[in-house]
């Protein structure tokens, strides 16, 4: 059987020095609103892990100027310690002021506090909780690879060989690439966007670009066209200057040779070497064309990276669905077999299970379908058997202490609810404002919170006044769930009131004279 704690000693909010509470494997906690039923929980909590819940509205809390208000003002320190069943012992020790100390602290022997956690949270981290609880040993990697479409089957076992390399359970990792593949998915979308507009933005150039292109093929025929004309006119002004003719050559003016040698020699000129202002133009053509070719071959190429980016992003958008369905599958089948285990810890007529959206768990209503609208006595149980279906997978020399928070219990409930819990072969503690309908099993450890405080404040308990209570209206209080010592330390006045008001324990104290007061009043 694995090891529990069979005593707690603290002085967590404190009586006169230290208190201490005897446990056994199974206890229910049992009394009225503000009767320290917590108190015993947090000094549990406290020497077993090191940090506590339900403290100012917070869980696992383990910040010192928090934990610190649980320390009595007379005292200069806050202590609690625990002992195992096997022997074993551990502590916290924190003084004003200083960090705590620890000793042999068990941190994760509280399974429930990741089972809250898991079922309340994002659908991934349910998910990877329950992988942990559930067995998926036959879930390999080549199980997986082989679902898969073929052209993601290489592209996945790249990325499960890296991510293998800090995660062992190809369940996991199949959620990881899931997520991974969303993530790339939406960094190669935002490539695509990014050189689509960068495109976009040159769209108004890419006309100019063009425009140009007609403009420099124009420019080019008028160069050629020019050039051919010079060409005409150096050759008519040579012969005419080389054969002594006084007549121009190209209108038939009598000019004189010496002109026609200084209008050949002009001529050369120019179709040698043109002038600075034409040398301007020319080099101011070129660069504008060459800057708008350079626009045009970016426009282009962003346009094919936009093209490549968008065809990337499909690819991994469509590796998450396939990753997903898969996994979908794979966790509602092992579910399917771990919800059994679960069921096996929820009374007899409650059946856990999970909607095929993997977003929560419920309670299988049949027809009505999966109720997850659950009370707080519900949740409480679910997130309990969850846990005692997760605990059983934990190595049997570990300590497992599941704390069932109060939750408004109602006798029938409860009852039905110890009784599964029985099977558990770790810890359960309940806390509770009233006591199980019917008889206790003696595998349970009932300490009633009121008993508790007086004991260790040194308060003697009251005689029991010698008076006979006749059996209908005992076994009446006894349905109200007044326990055996406060219908015995009634008057007869007080439980001829209570058992003819029909008036239930939750809400009523039963005093040392015998009398009784509302508890709040």
């Not at 068990?106 to 898991?118: E, G, L, N």
């Not at 659950?374 to 997130?383: D, Q, Y």
């Not at 190595?395 to 497992?400: L, N, Q, R, S």
Request: aromatic share 6%; charged share 30%.
């Amino acid at each position: 059987m694995r090891p529990f704690v069979n005593k707690v000693t603290s002085n967590v909010k404190g009586f006169d020095g230290m208190w201490e509470a005897e446990l056994g494997r199974h206890t229910l906690i049992v009394g009225p609103n503000r009767s320290n039923k917590t108190t015993i929980i947090q000094g549990l909590e406290l020497g077993l892990t090191g940090v506590v819940d339900e403290l100012m509205g917070r869980d696992e809390v383990k910040l010192a100027k928090l934990l610190s208000s649980l320390k009595p003002a007379d005292q200069e320190a806050l202590r609690a310690s625990i002992e195992l069943s096997n022997g074993k012992k551990g502590g916290f020790y924190m003084e004003a002021g200083s960090r705590a100390s620890a000793d042999n602290i068990v941190p994760d022997a509280m399974i429930h506090r990741v089972v809250r956690k898991a079922l309340s949270g994002s659908n991934a981290k349910m998910v990877d909780a329950m992988v942990d609880w559930m067995d998926a040993d036959g879930v390999t990697i080549d199980y997986i690879v082989g679902q898969l479409p073929k052209n993601h089957r290489a592209k996945y076992q790249d990325i499960a060989d890296n991510m293998r390399r800090r995660e062992k359970n190809e369940i996991t990792i199949l959620r990881k690439i899931c997520d991974y593949a969303g993530k790339r998915q939406r960094e190669y979308s935002s490539q695509a966007k990014n050189h689509e507009d960068f495109a976009s933005n040159l769209a108004d150039q890419v006309e100019q670009i063009r425009s140009a292109s007609t403009i420099h093929k124009k420019i080019v025929d008028c160069v050629d066209e020019h050039k051919s004309a010079i060409d005409h006119l150096v050759s008519a002004a040579a012969w005419a200057d080389e054969n002594g003719v006084d007549q121009c050559p190209t209108c038939g003016s009598q000019v004189g040779n010496a002109h026609i040698s200084v209008a050949h020699a002009h001529l050369k000129d120019q179709a040698i070497a043109p002038s600075e202002e034409e040398m301007e133009k020319l080099v101011q053509n070129i660069t504008g064309i060459m800057s708008d070719s350079v626009r045009w071959n970016i426009a282009i190429t962003q346009k094919k990276k936009a093209g490549e980016a968008a065809q990337y992003a499909e690819q991994y958008k469509d590796l998450k669905k396939c990753c997903t369905e898969l996994l979908k599958k794979i966790v509602l089948e092992a579910f399917s077999e771990f919800k059994h285990k679960v069921n096996r810890y929820l009374p007899e007529d409650w059946n856990l299970d999970y909607n095929e959206e993997l977003e929560c768990v419920g309670l299988n209503q049949g027809d009505r379908g999966i109720f997850t609208s659950l009370s707080g006595a519900e949740w409480a149980t679910v997130v309990t058997a969850v846990a005692c279906a997760a605990g059983d997978t934990r190595d049997k020399d570990e300590p497992i202490v599941l704390v069932i928070e109060d939750r408004a219990w109602d006798p029938k409930t409860l009852s039905s609810v110890m009784k599964q819990l029985q099977k558990f072969n770790g810890q359960v503690v309940i806390q509770s404002t009233v006591k199980p309908r019917g008889r206790i099993s003696s595998d349970w450890t009932v300490i009633e919170s009121e008993k508790f405080v007086r004991k260790n404040k040194g308060i003697e308990e009251p005689v029991k006044k010698s008076k006979r209570i006749p059996k209908t209206r005992k076994n009446l209080l006894d349905a109200l769930g007044f326990s055996a010592d406060d219908i015995a330390l009634m008057n007869d006045q007080t439980s001829k009131e209570l058992s003819d008001r029909g008036l239930p324990a939750t809400n009523i104290k039963i005093e040392d004279d015998g009398s009784w007061s509302v508890v709040g009043a």
